[in-house]
């Protein structure tokens, strides 16, 4: 089995990866996780054994990289400038302008992940259980119930 140059594999699905790493973890942070998982692939690349779905094994690595950011901000500590943002993220009013992904990004990280994966990159469930390191049934859960979680949010 012969990889392609990792240049080759960056310039074929680097659109994917950093459209799902913005729908994630927005854009101000998307940037740098994408950066982590381009970096960790090809730390990887050299060692990998089955090329058969590279798509598939860098949006598994960017799942990776945006749950460790969400990990990492929860256990970030809070200035006193912050508590507006933490008084907005419990209880937003409204949906500003529409922007679903920023709701999006509010979920749980599985649904939020899942949701992201079916509307953003559009892969099946099959596909998502895959990258989340879940079933098909359960990717499909992940997201009803974030979809289900959503239109709450909408319909108030």
């Known amino acids: ?16 990866v950093y459209r799902l790493l913005v729908r994630v973890v927005g854009p ?21 054994k089955d090329a058969s779905n590279l798509r598939a094994w860098l949006l598994t690595i960017a799942n990776r990289k945006a749950v460790d950011h969400h990990r990492g901000r929860a256990r970030a500590p809070m200035t006193l400038g912050d508590m507006g943002e933490l008084d907005e993220s419990v209880a937003p009013a409204a949906i500003p302008d529409g922007d679903v992904w920023a709701s999006v990004r509010k979920l ?18 099959r596909d998502i259980g895959r ?14 119930e974030g979809l289900k979680r959503l239109r709450q949010e909408y319909v108030k």
């Open 28 to 48: 101000v942070d998307a940037d740098d996780c994408f950066q982590e998982t381009f970096i960790a692939a090809l730390r990887a690349y050299p060692t990998l």
């Open 131 to 144: 990258i989340l390191g879940c079933t098909e049934a359960a990717a499909r859960r992940n997201v009803h």
């Open 1 to 16: 089995m012969t990889l392609p140059p990792f240049q080759a594999l960056l310039d074929q699905h680097q659109a994917d």
């Open 108 to 125: 749980p990280p599985k649904q939020s992940m899942a949701v992201a994966h079916r509307y953003a990159n559009d892969l099946a469930y």
